[in-house]
């Protein structure tokens, strides 16, 4: 009945349906009889409004494109093309969801954001619906439904806009002024070809054709000279900062607690990026989350993107996640692992991560414990207590 009413009537049209019920309940009793006045009245008004809305039904088609990703708490458009496929004009054309995943939320300032006065016959216009995005997540939106509420606003005589869309919501990212790490940098077997200037040990692997916005100091002119078109050296760099970011997604405090979680691993991510290293993020949920990022390997939005999916596991995830790490171990730099307040298990584990040699640094999401080989951070301190680490 609430998808019904929410594809078939206004937001004025439900509360006035709600009114009409509300009068029509309370003049049941006897000494209310004014109430049956205002029943009657709302009553015929609706039928006005939907004998007439059937008469000026049209049929409307359109297509409707939202964003591909947004950040958690801010606002996104979802821009939405019509197109009048009657003979006929349409009036006051509206358009919206009849439902709405929980972490998502319509935002109207203006009643008449969302509508189209008038639509011609063949016209196309375009309308926006403004949502907000209230907590971390994928989505799936759609679909969509557009209809004329002409005469009162009342009723929605819909047209379905087909399609499905999917939203990724991604955490917050916080600005990080100093990370108390000191990676400092590490071999790594076969190298890895230059992004950057940054680090030694630079090893000669081949050339390549020249492509605009090569440092013409790279250009390989003797070879040039005999192929008769410009090619440029590569190289791999051999000893570079790599740190690994853990996730602990077993068992957080509460919601909040995780999604803080999720918002510092962002943000120690893109702290490590801009320092010019390579990031090995982890995660364990339902299944293992593992990206590398930096240089030439890959973008910070692909460990935003696996954010914006994980969820907390019921089951300890240590067994998979050190399966994982203890492959790269011997070449990471430091570790960095977000995680909750200690337990037994979590501190096993990273008594066994601290023998693979590598710095680590616990960041423990949570209130009300102390513990001296962790950094609490407190959810009700972000993101101050992020500027400093």
Known sequence: MRRFLRRYTTGGGRAVLGIAAASMLAGLDPFRTYLDGLFVVLSALCTVAFAVGLLFRRKVSGDW????????????????????????????????????????????????????????????????????????GAYSLGPLWAGVTFPFGIFRMSSRVPGQRRLLVTPRLHHISHLALNPGLRYQPGGMPMASETGESLEFMGVREYRQGDSLRKIHW???????????????????????????????????????????????????????????????????????VGRQLGTLQSILDVLACVEPTREAPYEKLEHQ??????????????????????????????????????LCIGRGFDDPEVTRLDPADMPGCLELL
Not at 325 to 354: G, I
């Open 222 to 292: 003797k070879l040039w000279a005999r192929r008769g078109e410009p090619v440029v050296r590569e190289f791999s760099q051999e000893y570079f900062s790599r740190v690994g970011v853990v996730l602990d997604t077993y068992r957080p405090t509460s919601l909040e607690d995780f999604e803080c979680a999720a918002e510092v691993a962002a943000s120690v991510a893109g702290y490590l990026a801009r320092q010019d290293a390579v990031v090995d993020f982890f995660a364990a949920g339902s299944e293992v989350y593992f990206l590398s």
């Open 65 to 136: 494109r939202p964003p591909v990703r947004v950040v958690c708490g801010n606002e996104f458009v979802v821009n939405v093309t019509l197109r009048n496929l009657s003979k006929r004009s349409a009036y006051e054309v509206e358009v919206a969801f009849d439902s709405l995943p929980s972490g998502l939320w319509q935002r109207v300032e203006d009643p008449g954001e969302n509508r189209c006065p008038e639509l011609a016959p063949g016209q196309t216009r375009s309308v926006e619906l403004h949502l907000r995005a209230q907590r971390r």
């Open 325 to 362: 790490l203890l492959r790269l171990l011997a070449q990471l730099s430091a570790v960095v692992m977000v995680t909750f307040q200690p337990n037994p298990q979590r501190r096993a584990f990273w008594e066994r991560l601290k023998l693979g040699g590598a710095p680590l640094r616990i």
